[in-house]
């Protein structure tokens, strides 16, 4: 029978944790909301005891989101508790998250404790938070690293004084999933009441295992994940709650639902990512930029001719438009001729054997073929007078920066000033005030290639249209002038109608 998994969400508690990551409360209810849209069960909000802010934040979140249980963190101190009962005071269902460090590393140099003496303040915390609310979560702490016996005992008395969820963290991401699953099958076996509890993972990815340990656990009982969105959190992360979600949707043999409503789950990463300013890996499984980009030849006539042969999600499934076939110069025949086919010049035989050579001569020289390329290579492209190209760009400095661009289509010039908050904001600010398409800067990412003061950056842009990301890619020593290069590649390959200019 299938069993309900609850998904909760530690993306503003242990996601935010990062440095760079922190959200002010208003921030935190955008991401709280987008959770609850997204389907998760439990949004642990934060750590009260922590400080102002994110007392406050939970309190706020437990105000603006009514479906997800909203959950506090808090160690095994009375005060620490108090202070997550107070902040959780205005939610529908609160949960008290309380635990202590159960490794022989975190009970003698952490805690300078003893094996007892941490079963009876884990046991206290959990008969104080009780006082507060019903729902009260016990996690032992570094129990990846923790002898089995010991754990046993720990939980078990947690269940004992009134734990409605056990946490199996593995803190440090030592484990390897079997290792994983066997201290959860202990566990199932061992601990006399833990039928009265539900067991949750909480695995960190520091060897890469995060995904695959949680899937491990729940293989072997736990119903309970703890996650981030895009696998955020404390050194290398947390498990990704994407990877968790559809790993279980493409496999209908492990015995689970979800109530993720997993169509939200493109947008609620690139919402993340924005706000937390951390860009996701173009490889990142379900919602990396390549996560369905097909790129080698191979694949591309594989997926073209039935999209199953390479792919095992339906991208839609996770809010992704469509899948890409991407021309390089490893791409075949199958995939240059269905490009030509989208551009309304169907390509057969002997002349698609011509532009084929050419077009690997191209992509041996540059690494990105766009529509302009193609068109010029089937012999159709005409003067250069119907794309944006970029003229002279300057900016100066004041109270706002002030930008001015040349811009080119054909022999049509225009000019184009602007304010920005920045110089690049500020000159991609007058390219768009002459460029008429819908479109939004949805990444922007600057590298350096080197190290030196003097090196060239490169500079990636995603835009969105129509629903539909463009990329452009352009490289220069002149931050300003590749990241406006950069955006101009982009737009040049938006494919409704080329782009006019005012
Ligand atoms: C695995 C996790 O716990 S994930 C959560 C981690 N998140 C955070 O740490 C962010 C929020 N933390 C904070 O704001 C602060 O660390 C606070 C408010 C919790 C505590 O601040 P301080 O009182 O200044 O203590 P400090 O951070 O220096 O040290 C932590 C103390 O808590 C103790 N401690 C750690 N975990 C626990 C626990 N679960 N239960 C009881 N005590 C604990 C440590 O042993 C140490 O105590 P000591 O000072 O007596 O040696
Ligand atoms: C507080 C606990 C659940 C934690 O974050 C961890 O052990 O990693």
């Given at each position: 029978m299938m069993e309900k998994l609850w998904i909760f969400d530690t993306t503003l508690r242990d996601g935010e944790q990062v440095p760079g990551c922190q959200l002010d409360s208003f921030e935190k209810i955008i991401v709280a909301q987008a959770l609850e849209r997204l389907g998760v069960?439990?949004?642990?909000?934060?750590?009260?005891?922590?400080?102002p802010g994110d007392f406050n934040s939970v309190v706020e979140i437990s105000k603006a989101v009514s479906d997800p249980i909203i959950c506090a963190l808090s160690r095994a101190v009375e005060k620490d508790i108090e202070v997550a009962a107070d902040a959780l005071k205005y939610a529908k269902r609160g949960r008290i998250h309380t635990g202590i460090g159960v490794s022989e590393y975190h009970i003698l140099h952490k805690l300078r404790s003893t094996p007892e003496k941490v079963i009876e303040r884990a046991v206290h915390a959990v008969k104080f938070a009780k006082r507060y609310v019903e729902d009260v979560e016990f996690y032992a702490e570094d129990a990846g690293r923790a002898d089995n016996e010991y754990l046993a005992r720990i939980v078990e008395a947690a269940i004992h004084a009134g734990a409605t969820v056990v946490n199996i963290p593995d803190t440090t991401g030592y484990c390897l999933p079997e290792q994983y699953a066997q201290k959860i099958k202990f566990l199932k076996e061992n601990v006399s009441n833990i039928h009265k509890a539900i067991i949750a993972t909480h695995c960190h990815n520091d060897l890469g295992m995060a995904t695959a340990n949680t899937i491990a656990g729940v293989q072997h009982g736990a119903r309970q994940v703890e996650v981030t969105i895009n696998g955020i959190g404390e050194r290398a992360g947390n498990t990704s709650l994407e990877e968790v979600v559809m790993a279980i949707k493409c496999h209908s043999d492990i015995p689970v639902f979800t109530?993720?409503?997993?169509?939200?789950i493109y947008e609620t990463s690139r919402l993340i990512s924005k706000l937390m300013n951390m860009p996701i890996q173009p490889n990142k499984a379900i919602v990396g930029r390549n996560a369905f980009a097909h790129s080698s030849g191979i694949h591309q006539d594989g997926v073209l001719k039935h999209r199953e042969n390479y792919e095992i999600m339906d991208p839609k499934d996770v809010g992704v438009e469509e899948s890409s076939i991407v021309l390089t110069a490893r791409s075949g025949r199958a995939a240059l001729k269905h490009h030509l086919q989208l551009l309304g010049f169907p390509c057969e035989g002997d002349k698609l054997e011509l532009v084929y050579n050419d077009f690997l001569k191209l992509a041996d020289a540059k690494r990105d073929i766009g529509r302009k390329d193609l068109l010029q290579l089937v012999g159709e492209y005409l003067e250069d007078n119907s794309f944006v190209q970029l003229g002279k760009v300057s900016y100066q400095y004041g109270d706002v920066v002030k930008s001015t661009v040349e811009l080119t289509i054909g022999d049509k010039k225009s000019t184009s000033s602007a304010e920005g908050n920045g110089p690049v904001d500020a000159v991609i600010k007058a390219i768009e005030k002459v460029v008429e398409q819908e479109i939004e800067l949805d990444e922007f990412l600057i590298q350096s290639m080197a190290k030196g003061s003097d090196d060239v950056c490169k500079v990636h842009m995603r835009l969105m249209h129509n629903n539909k990301p463009y990329h452009g890619f352009a490289s220069h020593t002149d931050i300003v002038l590749a990241s406006a290069q950069a955006f101009v590649d982009a737009i040049n390959k938006l494919p409704v109608k080329q782009p006019a200019i005012n």
């Open positions: 069960d439990i949004i642990e909000a934060g750590f009260p005891i922590s400080s109530s993720i409503n997993t169509p939200k």
